[in-house]
Nanobody, 128 residues
Framework: QVELVESGGGSVQSGGSLRLSCAAS????????MGWFRQAPGKEREGVAH???????TYADSVKGRFTISQDNGKNTFYLQMNSLKPEDTAMYYC??????????????????????WGQGTQVTVSS
């Protein structure tokens, strides 16, 4: 059973940094997509950053140059380094994994409905 557990959220001032972690377990697939998503109150969940297990990564325009997705060598934990945080980055952040799209594509989808397995989320609050 796939399990994803996020951590690292918190409250920071504008311009600050946070690093989110997602501990993944329960799968042995070597080809997969992992992604970070966020959802602010009253808004739809949106893709933030995505990484294929083979290395390619993509970012939402709103976070390019500020956020970095990465994975550890064992590929069972992945991260979202968030720098230069803005109040509009305030949201619940979720990590997610999927295997089917990744089998046929080398660049991951940013669409929420592509992803099968989700963590419980971690709150990020940025004050001005």
């Amino acid at each position: 059973q796939v399990e994803l557990v996020e951590s690292g959220g918190g409250s920071v001032q504008s311009g600050g940094s946070l690093r989110l972690s997602c501990a993944a377990s329960g799968y042995t697939n070597s080809r997969f997509c992992m992604g970070w998503f966020r959802q602010a109150p009253g808004k739809e969940r949106e893709g933030v950053a995505h990484m294929h297990s083979f290395g390619s990564s993509t970012y939402a325009d709103s976070v390019k140059g500020r956020f970095t997705i990465s994975q550890d060598n064992g590929k069972n934990t992945f991260y979202l380094q968030m720098n230069s945080l803005k109040p509009e980055d305030t949201a619940m952040y979720y990590c997610a994994v999927e295997f089917t799209f990744a089998r046929y594509n080398s660049v991951c989808s940013q669409r929420t409905n592509t992803y099968t397995y989700w963590g419980q989320g971690t709150q990020v609050t940025v004050s001005s």
